[in-house]
């Protein structure tokens, strides 16, 4: 079983519609929980970062956890044709000093 | 600001051939970072460096060599390409290597071995 499992799509929705994108992981000792988007032919870049469970808002992005299920959700509101990208999950450990495993990726389209 | 540079952008090689590829960061950095990703397997750790002089292996190091050559520049080395080798190489970066502290992703090294 891999450590975090990603549903890897491809998810298209149309603009202004609410996307909820999830990851499952495997093992409790993970601690923080990181959401990463990429855009084609381009690097990862950092979208949220949370460590406790519950809810983290930022603009139009939410960020949840739920360590009891271990579950993590990424959602957007009103999404844009610019939020037309990859999202990564990514989870780690307390002093692994960087050293993050990530989800398969999920990628997104969002139609005008 | 240039963030993490990674060259070449594209690399096609035979197998057998050897290449490096290079990354630098102009962020002052302490961690850096050696990514490959395939598709269904997302990214996974090759090598890393928590800070200049110290190297450790990642989950695949196997058929990789890396090299920190000063805190700005950590190379990557395939010494005898392999077709399963081939894959898209990301670089990284990060202020102190500790949890807090986000990683930063260059653009990529597209390697093809046939």
């Known amino acids: 079983q891999k450590e975090v499992e990603q549903d890897p799509g491809p998810l298209s929705v149309p603009e202004g519609a609410i996307v909820s994108l999830n990851c499952t992981y495997s093992?409790?000792?993970?601690?923080?929980f990181m959401w990463y988007r990429q855009y084609s032919r381009k690097g990862p870049e950092l979208l949220m970062y949370?460590?406790?469970?519950g809810n983290k808002e930022d603009g139009r992005f939410t960020a949840q956890v739920d360590k009891s299920s271990k579950y993590i959700s990424l959602f957007i509101r009103d999404s844009q044709p610019s939020d037309s990208a990859t999202y990564l999950c990514?989870?780690?450990?307390?002093?692994?000093?960087?050293?993050?495993?990530f989800g398969q990726g999920t990628e997104l389209s969002v139609k005008p | 600001n240039a963030g993490v540079t990674q060259t070449p952008k594209f690399q096609v090689l035979k197998t057998g051939q050897s290449m490096t590829l290079q990354c630098a960061q102009d962020?002052?950095?302490?961690?850096m970072y050696w990514y490959r990703q395939d598709p269904g397997m997302g990214l996974r750790l090759i090598y890393y460096?928590?800070?200049?002089?110290?190297?450790d292996k990642g989950e695949v190091p196997n058929g990789y060599n890396v090299s920190r050559l000063n805190k700005r520049e950590f190379s990557l080395r395939l010494e005898s390409a392999a077709p399963s080798q081939t894959s898209v190489y990301f670089c990284?970066?990060?202020?102190?290597?500790?949890?807090?502290?986000?990683?930063?992703f260059g653009n990529g090294t597209r390697l093809t071995v046939t």
């Open positions: 990514a989870i780690g450990r307390n002093n692994q000093g960087g050293k993050l495993i």
């Open positions: 949370t460590y406790s469970s």
């Open positions: 962020m002052n950095h302490n961690s």
């Open positions: 990284a970066s990060s202020f102190t290597g500790t949890d807090d502290s986000p990683l930063h």
């Open positions: 093992n409790s000792a993970f601690q923080y």
């Open positions: 460096s928590a800070s200049e002089g110290t190297t």
